[in-house]
């Protein structure tokens, strides 16, 4: 079956640092993967997105590569700020009657 | 902005009271789906749907039905609320094909 597993958190890091977020999936198909954001008292919103495997999806200094030989995704930006404190959720979509598979989410603090 | 509108954002309710939740979309998408939201278990499928009238369980549905009469109005309706129900709800929709999801801004239900 189709799953995700996420890094679990949280993560905590001063400004300008470098972020990875570990992302694997188990799939059948080609699934599409995305990386959501979700900031306090809001949403999910999408992050990024890539749709088969070699991809890279990248959006605000955000990049994930769709590795289907690593079956991964991780999520990584070169120098975060405080404003990308919130929660990521990495997820999959694409399958049979249109589910979507998540994650269960990393806590990113930024520390100025 | 994708229109997905929930309500109401927050209610209180007492134990044993029916509660229904309303997801209403102006995207036209096929797909929809009501997620709950805890500390520390990340998003969790409760029921989703594949078309009007057409509705399966999801990893958490005890306690929960759902219905859609119609393409843009999604109900989760919590027959007799209990205190383990106290969550924030989130629904979704996605067009399928591996598109990304839009989510609601969340519904609190806090049962006392």
């Known amino acids: 079956g189709n799953s995700v597993t996420q890094m679990e958190g949280p993560v905590t890091l001063s400004e300008e640092a470098f972020l990875t977020i570990n992302c694997t999936y188990t799939a059948t198909g080609y699934p599409s993967l995305f990386w959501y954001v979700q900031y306090p008292g809001e949403g999910l919103q999408l992050l990024l997105k890539a749709t088969k495997a070699d991809d890279k999806g990248s959006n605000k200094g955000f990049e994930a590569t769709y590795r289907k030989e690593t079956t991964s995704f991780h999520l990584e930006k070169g120098s975060v700020q405080v404003s990308d404190s919130a929660v990521y959720f990495c997820?999959?979509?694409?399958?049979?009657?249109?589910?979507?598979?998540f994650g269960r989410g990393t806590q990113l603090t930024v520390w100025p | 902005d994708a229109g997905i509108t929930q309500s109401p954002r927050h209610k209180v309710t007492e134990t044993g009271t029916p509660v229904t939740l309303r997801c209403h979309q102006t995207e036209n998408h096929r797909y929809m789906y009501w997620y709950r939201q805890d500390p520390g278990h990340g998003l969790r499928l409760i029921h989703y749907?594949?078309?009007?009238?057409?509705?399966d369980k999801g990893e958490v549905s005890d306690g929960y039905s759902v219905s859609r009469s119609k393409t843009e109005d999604f109900l989760l309706t919590l027959e007799s609320a209990t205190s383990s129900q106290t969550s924030v709800y989130f629904c979704?929709?996605?067009?399928?094909?591996?598109?990304?999801?839009?989510f609601g801004q969340g519904t609190r239900l806090t049962v006392v």
């Open positions: 979704a929709t996605t067009g399928g094909g591996g598109t990304e999801a839009f």
């Open positions: 749907s594949y078309g009007v009238k057409d509705t």
């Open positions: 997820a999959l979509g694409g399958s049979t009657l249109g589910r979507l598979y």
